[in-house]
């Protein structure tokens, strides 16, 4: 199994940056794609990017697109979420998730219930 620590929310203006990272322990990424999803109050989790180890493929939701770029550093199991230019609407507490590949598709790699290992939330704040 692989444990995941999820750190690097805060408050910021809009128009400012953050960055997150998803540590893992127990076990490397070498088998899984990573995520990272969102949760705003009310609203239902949402995918945000995700990265795939075994290729590198990268995958953005259009309300991030071009904003936000999704990395991994294999010596340090750790994925990243670079986000910048943030929005008041970016405001969700953030999670990541590792889903083995054999469960994922392209077509669900935004899907949050295929993916086995959750890290706890962190929460990120944009006022504006």
């Known amino acids: 199994d692989v444990q995941l620590q999820a750190s690097g929310g805060g408050l910021v203006q809009a128009g400012g940056s953050l960055r997150l990272s998803c540590a893992a322990s127990?076990?490397?990424?070498?088998?899984?794609?990573v995520g990272w999803f969102r949760q705003a109050p009310g609203k239902e989790r949402e995918g945000v990017s995700c990265i795939s180890s075994r290729d590198g493929s990268t995958y953005y939701a259009d309300s991030v697109k071009g904003r936000f770029t999704i990395s991994s550093d294999n010596a340090k199991n750790t994925v990243y979420l670079q986000m910048n230019s943030l929005k008041p609407e970016d405001t969700a507490v953030y999670y990541c998730?590792?889903?083995?590949?054999?469960?994922?598709?392209?077509?669900?790699?935004?899907?949050?219930?295929?993916?086995?290992?959750w890290g706890q939330g962190t929460q990120v704040t944009v006022s504006s």
């Open positions: 998730a590792a889903g083995t590949h054999n469960r994922l598709t392209v077509a669900t790699m935004f899907a949050s219930f295929k993916y086995e290992y």
């Open positions: 127990g076990s490397t990424f070498d088998d899984y794609a």
